[in-house]
Each structure stands twice: as C-alpha cells, then as structure tokens.
C-alpha cells in the first residue's frame, strides 16, 4: 500500500504534534561560545591533537612548497628547450626537481593521513564523553523536566546530534588551520614574486570570506530548524512503535502514514533549502576563484612577454592557485560544519547545562532508619510551579508507623499518586514537608531515600531482560532464593516454574510477553526485594482478580512485617484490612479511619463500599488476567 501524500493528511494530523514541539526557525545563543567549548574538550586529548595539528601544519607547509618546486621544474624545463637538450645540468637538475616533487608529495600524503586519523579519534572520543555526560545528566534530570519533554527529542540530542557535533575537529579546526596556512603562507610567497599577481590571486578571498559569513548565518538557522523536525520525527516514530498494537487494532496505518509523511515533508523542505544554500554558496566561491585564475593567467602572460616573470614563476602561480582549489572548495565545508557544530552543539549544551529541580542539598546527609515512621505534615503541592496549575494537595497530613498499613483512595484525580511521587521525592512540596524518622526528606541524600523508599507503578516498566534480572534489578547482588521468596509472595513463581527456561525467560520488550497482572506482580516483586523500609503500593494490583489480590496481601503481610505501607487503589478490596484508611477528593483528606468505622459512619466511603459491593454481587468473579 502507498504512502498517502501530505495533501490528503486529516486535520488532526499536525494536530497531534504539539505546538510546543513544532519547528522554530530562530537560532539559539551565539555560536562562539558553542564552538569554544567543544574546541576546549578537543583540546583535553593534547597529545592526540597535538600530533593532528603538527600533522597539519607540515600537510600545509609541504603544499606550499610543492609549487615552488614546480615552478624550478618548469624554468629548468625551459632551459632545455633552449639549449635543444644538451644542457647535461640542466637534465639533472630537472630530475632533481621531479624527485623532490614526488618526496614532499608523498611527505604531505603521510601527514595528511595522521592529520586526518587523529581528528577523526579525537572526533569520536568527543563522542564517547558527551554520550555519557548526556545519558548521566538524563539519569539525574528531575520527573518534572521529563514531564515537559518527549523521549524521541532526547533522543534526537543523543544520536543525530552528537554526529553533528563530534566532526568539529577535522571539518573545522583541522581545516581552518589548514586554510589559514595555505592562503597566510601563500599570499606571503607570492607577494614575494609579484604584488599585483598575488592580489589577483587572493582577489576571490573577499568574496568568501563575506559570502561564508552570511551563508553559515543561514545554515545555522536551517540546521536548528532541521533538527527541531527530526526530533518531532523522531517521537513520532517512537510513538508508533510504542503503540503498534493500538494502531493495528484501530486500523489507523493510512492516518499514522499520512501524519509521518507530513512530517517528513517538512523536514525535506527544509533540507532542500539548506542544500540550495550550500551548493549556492560553493558555485559562488568556485566562481569567484576560476576569475582570479584567469586573471592570473592573463596578467602573467603579459608579464611573461615583457620578460618581467618567467614562465616558472607563473606556473608557481597557477599550481599555488590550482593546489588551493580543493581547499577553496572546502571553504564551504568548513562553514556548514560550524554551522552544524553550533546547532548540533547547542542543542546538546541546553540539556547538559540544566540543573536538576530535584538535587541533594550542600549539606544533605544520608537518611538514618531508627523506626521508618513516614509523616506527612501539611503537605501542599501543584505540578505546575509559579502558581500556575490547580493545586493538586490540599493540607494533608498523616502518620504511618512500621507494621502499619494506610489505605489511600478516592475519585481519579484526587491526588492519592502524588502522595506516591512526593514521599521518594520525585517532586517537593510547596507547603509542608514529608518525613521519615523526624527526617524531612529533602535535608537527605537523594540516593539513600530512595533505597529505602520503593514504589511499586500501577504501570510498571519492564526491562527487556531475563526475569530474574527484572526481579533483581533493586538488588542485583541477591541470592537467588531471595528472588523466589519475593516473587512466591507476588503470586508469581507458579507462573515462571511452567516457563521452559523458568526464571531465565527472557522479557519482551517492556514487559509485552506478560499480561497487565503478571507485569505488576512482577513490579511487586521487585520491590520488595531490597531492604527497603517503605513501601508503596501505588494501584499495583489494580489489573490482578480479588482472589489472586487476596493471596497477594497475605504472603505480603510477612515479608513486609517490618515496614511502613502505604497502599493507593480505587478497588477497596485492596485496603479493606489497612489499619488506617484515609479518602482523598481535590486533594484534601475528607474522611479517615478503619474500614468498619467508615462504613459505619456512611460517608463517602461507604457510599463507595456499597456500590463496588452491589457491582460485585451482581457479576461473577472472573480472572481479569489474560493469558493465565
């Protein structure tokens, strides 16, 4: 089947691209400070680039030689011709000139490929750093900032721009340096020949030099744009993946097509125009530089006539010009690079340059467990921060002791996963604080909260990897009765015994192979695994039937003797024997207490209670589990 055109795309393809994510066609921050930067983590690498650039210079000196050598050969050349060949002298001299032209040729080769392998190594290990600096600060950046930005565009930074970026040593330092010697140290040896042929030769620089400048304005801008729509590319492909299931079931592949390709469109436009921004820019300066030749030519020839030159001066005129031909055309070369380097280089630094929202204090120290008493004291929160955004908790305050368990629900929306995202400190409070142990979490190292704090997702992520290693991704270290005691109390080693590689089975990727229960069992598992001394239960059995959850919360209730829990679900069989239950609604506690006395008090909660009980009644239990 055919792709449909951009034409016949639905209203609701660009729809569905977010505005905040459509292409901007303005540069970020000047590039100096960008080009600079990566030149200075070049430089970290000295004897790499040291050599490179020591390779570079005797390239380009070893060229500017070579047409001096060629303008002797030529002299001596014309003196044979004088002589009808019987100058013996002059034969040697001739063949002295060729052997010579042939060792600094060969010379310059051998430079030219240390200078071109060493940029080339220092390219990739510029890679290789900002590869890791970029996945470590994504591992830190707090749960708000990847709330704000899809996966797909860091992505985007992390592959297609750190390839951008990475050639800067060899497309433009290596280069400049080279140009900069050749057109420098050729002006100067010209100028010694002849002035008025030196400026005729160089006549064309002017002209690159101001047609480089605006083109590499230019190319920035269509570079960043390029990018942005890669990125917006790039998510939607992610997306389709993601969702393939969803696509298939909904037979929605024309309008998935239809919407990439209006995408893609986009992004070849703008590729079109960066193109014709390039080949414009390089036919101008090959232009410019067969006129300077020309009028080398020309005005040398009059000049030879008038015996004021001979002719091997101006053939070392016409090879010092034909030499720099290549690097004229490299010119071009070297300005879409920087204006690469600056997009690809910029984008990257606005994601290694943030700070986390979220981070240890200068003073944070590691949290200490004496009892694991969590409090909840006043606790305000919004996820939108500078008071934009409905608050989302209202108030609340609460105490759960070890041993215990605090049963949290109410309406979607209500706030109760919040609770869940601010005791391990995904988010901090506006208003209040969160303790453990008179401990307010954000006075303790973020890494010694979390080991003792562990949430279990009501849509858990699953790594693409044997089980085992998914149930013991908390504590990679643990015996392997440690896995299966964790994962006979989450009802889940039944299961894995009937596999025909048992615990070794490997994981589709995100947990496909697995039903919706069996990914939260699982999710369970694995929390309970390390020695944590809170946990919660965000909705985790929400895809397991009542009885399956019942087993659940009986085996639970030994491994977890010890540990503060709190349980968050919109089933009530869930917290039914909680010791505490509190009933959350625009984010304030409304009502609290044991199960018998919330019903008895007939509340919300009991009105609640009655009609998943009247719900139940009247249905037959059922394994809400596929694939069991």
Request: aromatic share 8%.
């Amino acid at each position: 089947m055919s792709a449909p055109s951009a034409s016949t795309t639905p209203d609701r393809t660009l729809a569905l691209v977010p505005d905040s994510v459509r292409t901007r066609r303005t540069a970020v921050a000047f590039d100096a400070g960008v080009l600079l930067r990566i030149t200075r983590m070049a430089f970290a690498h000295p004897w790499r680039m040291a050599i490179g650039m020591t390779a570079t210079l005797l390239a380009a000196s070893a060229q500017l030689v070579i047409p001096q050598l060629i303008g002797e050969a030529v002299d001596h050349a014309h003196g044979l011709l004088a002589t009808m060949g019987d100058d013996t002298e002059t034969r040697v001299a001739l063949a002295h000139a060729a052997w010579l032209i042939l060792a600094v040729s060969l010379f310059r080769g051998l430079c030219t490929m240390m200078q071109n392998y060493q940029g080339e190594a220092v390219g990739q290990l510029i890679a290789y750093q900002m590869r890791l600096d970029l996945y470590a600060k994504v591992q830190a950046l707090s749960f708000s900032y990847h709330d704000r930005v899809h996966t797909g565009d860091l992505m985007t930074r992390g592959i297609l721009d750190i390839e951008g970026t990475k050639l800067w040593v060899s497309t433009g330092v290596q280069r400049s340096v080279l140009l900069l010697i050749l057109v420098g140290g050729g002006a100067w040896l010209l100028m010694s020949i002849d002035r008025l042929l030196g400026c005729l030769a160089l006549s064309f620089a002017p002209l690159v030099a101001v047609g480089a400048s605006l083109a590499r304005l230019r190319l920035r801008v269509l570079w960043y744009a390029l990018q942005e729509e890669l990125a917006v590319l790039t998510r939607v492909m992610e997306e389709n993946l993601g969702g393939i299931r969803v696509v298939r079931a909904f037979v929605s592949q024309a309008f998935e097509m239809a919407r990439f390709d209006a995408i893609s469109s986009r992004a070849l436009a703008i590729a079109h125009r960066r193109i014709g921004v390039f080949v414009k820019n390089t036919t101008t300066m090959t232009f410019a530089y067969f006129v300077s030749m020309g009028l080398v030519l020309w005005v040398g020839g009059e000049k030879v006539m008038a015996e004021e030159l001979t002719i091997g001066e101006l053939a070392s005129f016409l090879a010092f010009m034909a030499i720099l031909q290549m690097p004229v055309r490299q010119i071009a070369f070297t300005v879409n690079a920087v204006a690469r380097t600056s997009t690809c280089g910029g984008r990257l630094f606005e994601v290694l340059d943030l700070e986390p929202e979220i981070r240890d204090r200068p003073d944070a120290r590691d949290l200490e467990i004496r009892e694991g008493t969590v409090r909840f004291e006043n606790v305000s929160f919004r996820y939108r921060k500078e008071g934009k955004g409905p608050p989302v908790l209202r108030d609340v305050s609460f105490e759960v002791r070890p041993g215990r368990v605090t049963g949290i629900v109410g309406p979607p929306g209500s706030g109760k996963s919040t609770i869940a995202h601010l005791l391990p400190r995904y988010y901090d409070v506006d208003a209040g604080r969160v303790t453990i142990d008179g401990q307010d979490v954000r006075d303790v190292t973020l890494a010694s909260l979390r080991r003792r704090v562990s949430v279990v997702q009501q849509d858990p992520f699953l790594f693409t990897a044997a089980i085992d290693n998914n149930v013991n991704y908390g504590d990679p270290w643990a015996e392997r009765s440690a896995v299966r005691r964790v994962t006979e109390a989450a009802q889940l080693h039944k299961y894995v015994e009937q596999l025909p590689e048992g615990y070794e089975t490997l994981v589709g990727e995100r947990g496909v192979s697995l039903s919706g229960g069996q990914r939260q069992r699982l999710a369970i598992a694995r929390s309970v695994l390390p020695t944590s001394s809170v946990i919660v239960f965000d909705d985790s059995t929400a895809a397991v039937d009542a009885a399956t959850e019942r087993q659940i919360h009986e085996a639970l209730a030994d491994v977890t003797r010890d540990r503060a829990i709190i349980v968050i679900a919109h089933r009530l069989s869930s917290v039914m024997s909680a010791d505490e239950i509190l009933f959350l609604d625009d984010g304030r506690i409304v009502e609290r207490g044991a199960h018998d006395v919330l019903v008895a008090f007939g509340g919300r909660y009991a009105a609640l209670y009655e009609l998943q009980t009247r719900m139940n009644d009247g249905a037959p239990e059922t394994n809400r589990e596929q694939g069991e």
